[in-house]
DNA sequence: AATAGCCTATCTAGTGATAGATAGATATTT
DNA sequence: AAATATCTATCTATCACTAGATAGGCTATT
């Protein structure tokens, strides 16, 4: 018997997905309700405002985001391998889905969104950059990653790189950029052959 | 005697800029027409739709990227000095302005935009990654950039990390991240010291 | 009976777009 | 030169539609 999803579910659900497709200013009420059946009264019924939708929506994906990365982390790989996974994230996101990360689209519409908004996505950021820093740091006391980088430094290079890859690689039909790009940027951390 | 500048101009100039900063769903005609001091029907008489006059204002600012970039490479410094004076363009449009690239915000809204749209986009990215690898490949020949570096494939990262480094600037207030990241790798791709 | 979940109906505000009018500049004909 | 016609750039007013939001009612579970 397969449960069926909650309407509070396909409410979070379907806005993430519209979000990280068509952003902020991309979606209604109307369309989130039309998409899963009930009417846009319905969605008011369980998130009074837009914004406070979005920022629910955005908390759960920080979350989620977070609870995968520990545990990529708790399988104990080592450095350029752990990077590569990371990436891989990334690409499915887009390749399966067709779905830009949500921070980054958020991000790309901070002049739109109200401050509850743009503190989950700058939290999000945070995190990211705190789990890579974390992750090539270990890299170099490991010695599979050059001395000379400075982890929190090229923590923002590699997520900076991944996030614009990904919206290039969307609008250019290209998934495979996204390896590519995290590919080049691993290859350089790594001690010159 | 400051020439003032026509309507037609300041339509393109504030679309721009609305562009920009809110992307292609948050901006109406109205916000133009209030902003430049008329009525949103004279926009329409310059441009039928919000399309033709996404598509207008894509076009010139990607014929006016290409003459900065011409004129760049017309200052015929070294290659790392060259990448370094492309990611200052993005780190004041940023600094200056609080603008993040036109084509990025653009590409974010892929899902929303018309194919003639896109097609502009699209040729903007083409245009950029054949600068920066025509730059690049230059600088291997000249053997102060590295030679297993692919120019096509580092245009890539490079470009991909720059539009990234940008939205992600703009969200945590940090323009200076856009050099960090640049500056990351262009010390990546130099001969091991 | 109370609550949860969803509905109908409606509101105010704003969306892109269009029709028709008009003042003033420019061009053409007499 | 005067009269006529056309063009440019803008206006007012309105279209059908969509936006987020709200009040109040119905129904099913507890």
Known sequence: MTSKATTHDQILDLAQQYIQQRGYNGFSFRDLANGIG????SIHYYYASKTDLVVAVTS???????????QLKADNLAAADMLKAYAQIFKSTLEDDKRVCLC?????????????????VKAFFAEQYKWLA????????????RGDIVPEEFAILYFSALEGAMVL???????ADIELVANQMIAMSQHAG
Chains 1, 2 share one sequence.
């Open 134 to 145: 974390n992750i090539i740091a270990n890299g170099i006391s490991h010695g599979t990653i």
């Open 169 to 175: 690689a969307k609008a250019n039909d290209n998934p």
């Open 104 to 120: 980054a689209m958020l991000a790309s519409d901070f002049d739109s969104v109200e401050a509850a908004v743009t503190d989950e």
């Open 38 to 41: 009930v009417k846009s009264s």
């Open 60 to 70: 759960r994906y920080r979350k989620g985001f977070s609870a995968a990365t520990d």
